[in-house]
């Protein structure tokens, strides 16, 4: 397979849409390892010149495919594969002996997305924003509203932190037993001297366990501060050690360690509070009554055809997990279309609802961060999401409808009545 190939069968846009656009690059770090044709289709329907492309591919991936993701990067400046390969164990599995459920580990997620954090802040590759992603992420908000709700969250990192289930529960507790998680024991700063200073209480320093989901949007200071500052090596060794779920610890932990201090990152207070955390860039439904698809793996919906209005169209997330050509190739080829139409069609940012991002908790909590130069005042904090009264967008979605189903009425009432032969 060479460029020509990839070219012939895909449309890549040459240049910037905006200047918006241009002068607000984003990346993304995907974890890739099957389904070869699906990414190029994904990268095609959604790639800008300005963003940063990083593929990290499981070291368990056929040769065939590794071989593509390499052709497909040698076609596109902006798409990196970096060279180290980790072995990452998504298909693993334990058995809870309280509820005898599948959890899937994880193992190894945490150094594959760092392989692709170390070469995209490599200082000639801009950008504001980077995405982690899994294979069979897709996206559902253009370049354009992506860049907006960006500048609406204004430097704070998007990420969730749910901790409701028991099993979410056992997992840091289980963390806590088994190892010591204070500076100087995981070593956490390169500077060796500040894994050894004290905190006010003359107490040494602690990460602060935090569980949520791979898919997380990250300021670009606070990943240059992951990369530059920090010695993450004991520990993801620690987080790898325990059975299952190490992936979903990982960047929730770093950013919620209040003591740790990093840039644009957040509190653990709302996980004292035991008040979880929403963030808008992935959506993924458990199997509930929104699964229209009706197509159920590993406790997960395989969204499909059936769902792209209900869960994909007036979505407030920026990527839904997870779809899969092997259940509905047509499904990604429908909402891929309607994503070109989105993007050279009927662009704009109507569909958004400002208010939303502007008052996430992630949003003020680092908007505090910046006006009390990093003394926010915890017990004033708010962690609960915004109550949204008014969606503009939804009220235009529904209003299309509406008048579609008028005019439909009235083109039955015009034709039974004057062309009774017509139907």
Avoid at 10 to 33: D, G, T
């Amino acid at each position: 397979m060479d460029c020509e190939d990839i070219y012939s069968r895909n449309y890549f846009l040459k240049f910037p849409l905006s200047e918006a656009e241009r002068q607000f690059p984003i990346a993304y770090a995907k974890i890739v390892y099957k389904d070869y044709r699906f990414l190029e289709a994904e990268l095609a329907t959604n790639y800008h010149p300005q963003n940063w492309y990083c593929f990290a591919v499981d070291s368990k991936a056929d040769d065939i495919f590794y071989k593509n993701i390499l052709s497909l990067a040698r076609c596109f400046p902006n798409v990196i594969v970096p060279q180290e390969r980790f072995s990452v164990d998504s298909a693993g599995q334990k058995i809870s002996k309280i509820f005898k459920k599948i959890f899937f580990q994880g193992h190894g997620m945490g150094k594959a997305h760092l392989s692709c954090f170390k070469e995209l802040i490599k200082e000639r590759r801009k950008w504001e924003y980077l995405v982690t992603l899994q294979n069979h992420d897709i996206q559902i908000k253009t370049n354009e509203e992506m860049v907006q709700i960006f500048k609406w969250l204004d430097g704070a990192c998007d990420f969730g932190l749910d901790f409701r289930y028991y099993g979410q529960r056992e997992r840091i507790q289980g963390l806590r037993r088994k190892f010591h998680w204070m500076f100087d024991c995981v070593h956490i700063f390169k500077n060796d001297s500040l894994n050894k200073q004290l905190d006010k209480n003359g107490k040494q320093p602690k990460l602060q366990l935090a569980k949520g989901y791979v898919q997380t949007s990250l300021a670009r200071p606070f990943v240059d501060f992951l990369i530059n500052k920090l010695n993450l090596k004991r520990m993801l060794f620690q987080l790898d050690s325990w059975d299952y779920g190490a992936d979903e610890l990982f960047i929730q932990t770093l950013i919620t360690s209040d003591q740790l201090k990093a840039p644009n990152a957040f509190t653990h207070k709302c996980i004292d509070d035991k008040i979880d955390v929403p963030y808008v860039t992935r959506f993924s439904d458990s199997g509930t009554s929104k699964c229209y698809s009706g197509i159920i793996r590993h406790y997960n919906c395989i969204f499909g055809i059936e769902d792209l209005v209900p869960n994909f169209y007036n979505s407030k997330y920026l990527f839904v997990n997870k779809m899969m050509p092997e259940y509905d190739f047509g499904a990604i080829l429908c909402w891929h279309e309607e994503m070109r139409r989105r993007t050279l069609i009927n662009k704009g940012l109507h569909r958004l609802n400002a208010s939303l991002y502007q008052n996430w908790p992630q949003t003020r909590f680092h908007k505090e961060w910046v006006r009390t130069n990093g003394n926010v005042d915890l017990d004033n904090f708010s962690c609960h999401s915004p109550k949204i009264l008014f969606n503009s967008s939804k009220l235009l979605f529904n209003l299309n409808y509406l008048i579609i189903y008028l005019f439909v009425l009235f083109f039955y009432f015009i034709t039974t009545n004057f062309f009774p032969n017509f139907l």
